[in-house]
């Protein structure tokens, strides 16, 4: 993948309007996160990346061609989309559920092969998750869950991972391993990573460019630290923020003194 360019994009959700005039390019290695309050618009804006939803006005450009001019089959080798929430609706075991990701690259029959299951492998090994292949997903919890979708993005092998909400119902730990997983894959792989965030610091040290919407229209896009200042989050949402430093560490912690 060359970018995703984005040009002066506008999403609206009924007469509200979500994003104004939003250009940026997202570039292969890069690994940007998309901030906000809830209602903000990052699934709506995820969507509209991933081709699956039409913006209000402007454009997203994959290599420089359209998405809405990409053959589905083979946008889906281009993009992976992770959604917010993963509904099993029959048993099967982790391996298999990694392994409905490598559906745009079947042939024939549409059995998989050789390399479909060391993608699976490989993708469930960058995780730490090698030991669970054999179990059923019905058996998991939401974290665990949480991981096998991940998983099945990184195994899909597509140049850009969207990603909606990964960290959700993971412990720190985990959260930190998926952070460092996304990061090793966009620097070693030449990846372009996109996942929307709720914690600004995680963001801050793992991300190397941010979103940030305000759910007003107003959206900053650029290098992490420019973009998630105290000034900026306080005002998208709507309480007051300090940088402290510790050392080489910073974070956004509330102010003491609400004003």
Known sequence: MNTLHIDNLSLRAGDRILVRALSATIAAGDVWCIAGPNGAGKTTLIGVLAGLAKPASGSVSLDGRALSAWHAADLARRRALMPQSTHDAFSATVLDTVL?????????????????????????DAL????????????????ERQRVALAAVLCQNAPLLLLDEPLAHLDLHHQIDCLDALVKTARDERRAVVLSCHDLNLARRFATHAL?????????????ADVLTPERASAAFGYPLVLIRDGAHEALVPSIHRH
């Open 100 to 124: 409905l990701n490598r559906f745009p690259y079947l042939t024939g029959w549409g059995w998989e092969s050789d390399d479909d299951r060391a993608a699976a492998h490989a993708a469930l």
């Open 128 to 143: 730490g998750f090698t030991a669970f292949a054999s179990r059923d997903v019905l058996t998991l919890s939401g974290g």
């Open 212 to 224: 940030l919407l305000d759910g007003q229209g107003g959206a900053h896009a650029g290098p992490v």
